[in-house]
């Protein structure tokens, strides 16, 4: 099977562990049937292909890319595709009682199909680093955390359709270039509209919508690895280090070494 390892047996901190995550790209998962039960959370984030989801009573719920999967500790469960079939996701295996509190509030087991699709590189960025101290393991957790919670939100915070499906494509690929209007063509408004109905939906216009998430990013990868301002410029598409010191100090209201090290 085509799986990458991101992460395996981070060290325990006070509000959890991560203890495995990783990427199948392509490929048909591999699970245990017909059920199975773990003492961990399971977080499953399928990008591309469809499966199902199978609850111990019978039941089976689909699961279709942009599905996001929780499986509590101690549930009967089965997810997968059918033979032969083929799916990408990326997931993590975490324990603790941040995780236990976050139950609560995400509740039963099973996929979920968020209106606006979660994006797949915040979540990549967040498995993949590597912590050096446990507090840096601790901003992990509480970003994957942050990730969980805005990817089951019970509602879009009441956006229409084609400004959610925008807000999607601005932070899918924080490096890449983008186009408004492409954008705008691609959820059917003019142009001008499209920014106006952004605007009053979202609060601000788009750039700043997908440079504020580019921001965050930058943020997360100064907490959760020792990456250079450079490496990190250069990951999230930034001119320069100059460049993104000045975004950063001006979003932040500090520079991103005092960020980093703590001090405000």
Do not use: C
């Not at 059920?35 to 591309?48: C, G, K």
Request: hydrophobic share 40%; net charge neutral; no cysteine.
């Amino acid at each position: 099977m085509d799986t990458r390892i991101l992460a395996s047996d981070v060290p325990p901190t006070r509000i959890g562990q991560l203890v495995l995550a990783g990427e199948v790209d392509d490929d048909e998962p591999w699970v245990p049937a017909p059920l199975r039960v773990m003492d961990a959370y399971i977080l499953s984030f399928v990008t591309d292909g469809r499966g199902r989801y199978r609850y111990a009573d019978g039941q089976v719920d689909p699961i279709v890319a942009g599905s996001v999967t929780i499986v509590l500790p101690g549930e009967p469960h089965w997810y997968g595709t059918a033979p032969g079939q083929r799916w990408s996701e990326l997931f993590a295996v975490v324990t603790g009682p941040l995780f236990d509190t976050l139950a609560g509030i995400v509740g039963r087991s099973g996929p979920r199909q968020p209106r606006a699709t979660p994006s797949p590189s915040a979540l990549r960025t967040v498995l993949r680093a590597s912590p050096r101290s446990p507090l840096a393991a601790e901003h992990q957790l509480m970003a994957l955390a942050d990730w969980l919670l805005d990817a089951t939100a019970p509602d879009d915070g009441g956006l229409s359709p084609a400004v959610a499906t925008a807000t999607e494509r601005l932070a899918e690929d924080l490096a890449g270039a983008v186009d408004l209007r492409v954008i705008a063509a691609e959820v059917g408004l003019p142009y001008d509209v499209f920014r106006r109905r952004f605007v009053a939906e979202v609060g601000q216009p788009p750039l700043a919508f997908r440079n504020g998430r580019r921001l965050q990013a930058a943020a997360t990868l100064l907490r959760l690895t020792d990456m250079t301002l450079r490496e990190i410029a250069r990951t999230l598409g930034f001119t320069d280090e100059f460049h993104l010191s000045k975004r950063f100090r001006a979003h932040f209201g500090v520079p991103p070494r005092d960020y980093r090290t703590g001090r405000s």
